[in-house]
């Protein structure tokens, strides 16, 4: 509770759904609404292991990294 009277939040909202949470954060509290991607580690794992094209769900540099580490595969 200490790191909740002592600082202001910031938290993103996603599909327009709104967070519930006591009166008092709420007045702590700016929601933003961002354009963020349904997208999951699982299921960018879950294509890797299955053969799925994975390329334009993470930047480039991620791509590589888990192509040289034959990362997720089955």
Aim: hydrophobic residues 35%; contains cysteine; aromatic residues 6%.
């Amino acid at each position: 509770t200490m790191i909740a009277a002592e600082n202001r939040f910031i938290c993103s909202i996603r599909d327009g759904h709104q967070p519930e949470w006591p009166e008092s954060a709420k007045e702590k509290t700016q929601l933003v609404e961002l354009d963020i991607p349904v997208l999951s580690s699982t299921m960018v794992r879950g294509n890797i292991s299955s053969g799925v094209p994975y390329n334009t769900m993470v930047p480039p540099s991620i791509a590589e990294y888990i192509q040289k580490h034959n990362l997720y595969r089955s």
